[in-house]
């Protein structure tokens, strides 16, 4: 496997494909009901980490808060910019690195768009990003997988065919990372392609830590898109809002 996996993964049109094709309504429901809870003042800045081809950012731009959005992905952020508007913003760039310091009112970043990276450090130098882009009272919201949820609800093999492509995926876990194999195969291919996501098993209380760090603080969990209650067991998400304290 190689060690920056998703640099190439996340840059074919196959990774879009299979995650993204069907959910663009419930990416508009779950931006409503987290605008309704957080209430931004109608001037907000705000900024998508590791936005994809933009479909939460521009979902926050449609209702008329400037909206910034980074990605690794330089195919995504080429989809995205021709959704570019006076209030809406692309630009290629890795989280791990500084961008932008004490600007943004909200930082989002969504879909378990974390715990890729190879080392601790890594992790920490994009929750440094994040924190430094915020100004101080600003407020982050990261979505991230429920680590013992997934656990229990691992499926080991499943076949997906999605508009000719055929997707064969094998999912396993050891004690710190989820592993899952995506062999592809397409007509269109001269032979199938395989590729290995692996995401790291950050807990709440390994935000907390994280987070507190950066000078970050977990006010409010919840478990799922619809904000329910955060159970250790039950719940499919781990959906956490911060605010940024120094």
């Known amino acids: 496997m190689q060690q920056s996996w998703f640099k190439e993964w996340f840059n074919t049109p196959y990774y879009h494909q299979l995650y993204f094709t069907r959910d663009h309504e419930e990416a508009a429901a779950f931006i409503d009901k987290l605008i309704s809870r957080l209430r931004p003042s109608a001037d907000a800045l705000m900024l998508d980490v590791a936005c994809g081809k933009g479909r939460h950012a521009l979902q926050l731009a449609e209702k008329g808060y400037d909206v910034t959005g980074i990605d690794l992905s330089e195919d995504s952020i080429l989809e995205a910019r021709a959704f570019e508007t006076e209030n809406l913003h692309f630009f290629?760039?890795?989280?791990?690195l500084p961008f932008y310091i004490n600007y943004f009112d909200y930082v989002f970043n969504f879909f378990t768009s974390f715990g890729y990276f190879s080392t601790q450090?890594?992790?920490?130098?994009?929750?440094?990003?994040?924190?430094?882009?915020?100004?101080?009272?600003?407020?982050?919201?990261?979505?991230?997988?429920?680590?013992?949820?997934?656990?229990?609800?691992?499926?080991?093999?499943?076949?997906?065919?999605?508009?000719?492509?055929?997707?064969?995926?094998?999912?396993?876990?050891?004690?710190?990372?989820?592993?899952?194999?995506?062999?592809?195969?397409?007509?269109?291919?001269?032979?199938?392609?395989?590729?290995?996501?692996?995401?790291?098993?950050f807990t709440l209380g390994d935000f907390t830590d994280m987070l507190s760090y950066h000078g970050l603080q977990i006010n409010e969990v919840y478990g799922d898109y619809n904000f329910g209650n955060y159970d250790l067991y039950k719940s499919p998400r781990l959906l956490m809002i911060a605010t940024k304290i120094r």
């Open 92 to 96: 290629q760039h890795d989280m791990r």
């Open 121 to 201: 450090r890594e992790h920490d130098n994009a929750i440094r990003t994040i924190a430094q882009s915020l100004k101080k009272g600003g407020t982050f919201v990261i979505d991230y997988l429920n680590v013992h949820y997934a656990e229990s609800h691992v499926t080991h093999q499943m076949e997906q065919e999605i508009s000719g492509v055929n997707y064969y995926i094998t999912k396993w876990y050891d004690e710190h990372h989820f592993y899952k194999k995506i062999l592809i195969e397409d007509d269109n291919l001269t032979e199938p392609l395989a590729f290995t996501e692996k995401v790291a098993k």
